[in-house]
């Protein structure tokens, strides 16, 4: 029998033939992906879709610190960060990182995903528990799922559902969450969730993706501000890939925390460094901060000032806690012929629908930037009231 044949039939099918009907579904459902290649001067376009939420991305001591990095040590890293793919310039933005956030030490990553899952499934080892947060990002999910632990999802920012989890738990545990949720940018209960996890004896990983340099005194984040940092229970992921314009993750904790990841976690091991123009434009952003903390206040400003003039226009926008705005959609297909309108106008928002979003609510997804001017926030409110669903 051919090896493509059914095994009953024995009719001869190719092997990927069920993907024709997955594509059908999602045509019908309204969810097809498509990618949509970007110009390099952004076709004037005023963006509200990105994650460069300190406008740093394109910044001439940002792009000066990535192409002198790679005029220096060159265009990729060479190899794992075990072999070959760790320069004086990754310790230096570990070091840096690290003081920056307060904590004891940090581990720079190819991304944030691989630090999302090189925390979980390292920190997470056979016998032990995870309570997972259900508005975690995917990386934290797919982490939670690799990880040789038993997983428990509990309910959204609900602090004594990991109280009652961790109860009827005995053993090592751990709890995962973000510290600011992408979809909706609301920001989860770091302080009552960190007492939970000490009553207990369990650890705090947070994700601190869409807090950095936005949240806490001078841009240092969420765990920061909630006085965490720097806590011998707390462990922070991060990306460099929002607030500092770059590409590439990291993870910060004690020191202990740090040297088990780089012995046991697949993702820091088994990967690529980061290349070094992506470790050098951060490293530049990070200092820019340092110098100039308002643009974090102000990235905070301009998302207020965005949902205050959207919801004066009658729409259903949630109340930003960092830097996301979220804008509710009737439907995913009104939802994507809305930010189509936008984009027609002038306007990139973000379009976030299932089965992305683990609500099955359509949205709008605007990010606020720290170097948007008042005139465009009034201009962002005036297209997207104007092509809104009726």
């Not at 909706?184 to 807090?211: M, Q, S």
């Amino acid at each position: 029998m051919s090896t493509n044949s059914h095994p009953v039939t024995g009719a001869t099918r190719a092997p990927f033939d069920w993907l024709d009907e997955q594509a059908g579904l999602r045509a019908d459902a309204g969810l097809v992906r498509t990618l949509r290649p970007r110009a390099a001067d952004a076709g004037g376009l005023l963006d509200l879709a990105s994650n460069d939420y300190l406008g740093l991305t394109r910044h001439p001591e940002v792009t000066e610190g990535a192409a002198a990095a790679a005029r220096r040590w060159g265009g990729g890293a060479t190899g794992s960060r075990l072999v070959t793919g760790s320069t004086e310039l990754h310790a230096e933005l570990e070091r840096e990182l690290a003081d920056f956030c307060g904590f004891e030490a940090a581990l720079v990553f190819s991304s944030g995903y691989a630090a999302n899952l090189a925390a979980v499934t390292a920190l997470a080892p056979h016998g032990s528990l995870i309570v997972s947060d259900a508005g975690n990002h995917a990386s934290l999910i797919d982490g939670c799922r690799l990880a040789r632990a038993a997983t428990q999802v509990v309910p959204h920012s609900d602090p004594e559902a990991v109280r009652k989890t961790l109860d009827a738990h005995d053993g090592p545990a751990v709890m995962v969450s973000d510290s600011v949720f992408s979809v909706d940018g609301d920001a989860a209960p770091l302080v009552e969730l960190a007492d939970v996890c000490r009553e207990f004896g369990a650890g705090l990983i947070v994700d601190d993706a869409h807090g950095l340099g936005v949240l806490g005194d001078g841009g240092r984040g969420a765990p920061h501000a909630a006085g965490l940092a720097g806590a011998a229970d707390t462990v922070v992921t991060l990306t460099l890939s929002k607030s500092f314009g770059s590409q590439g993750g990291a993870v910060l904790g004690p020191a202990k925390v740090i040297d088990h990841l780089v012995n046991a976690a697949r993702t820091f091991i088994f990967d690529t460094g980061l290349a070094p123009a992506a470790a050098g434009a951060a490293l530049a952003a990070l200092r820019l901060l340092r110098r100039e903390p308002e643009r974090a206040a102000r990235a905070r400003q301009v998302a207020a000032e965005l949902h205050r003039r959207l919801t004066a226009e009658g729409l259903s926008a949630v109340r930003p806690d960092a830097a996301v705005v979220s804008v509710r959609a009737p439907a995913p297909e009104s939802a994507v012929r809305w930010a189509a309108e936008c984009r027609a106008a002038g306007l990139a928002v973000g379009c976030f629908r299932p089965p992305s979003v683990p609500d099955g609510i359509s949205r709008l997804r605007l990010t606020a930037r720290a170097d948007l001017t008042d005139e465009q926030i009034a201009d962002a409110v005036r297209v997207i009231s104007r092509t809104a669903p009726r």
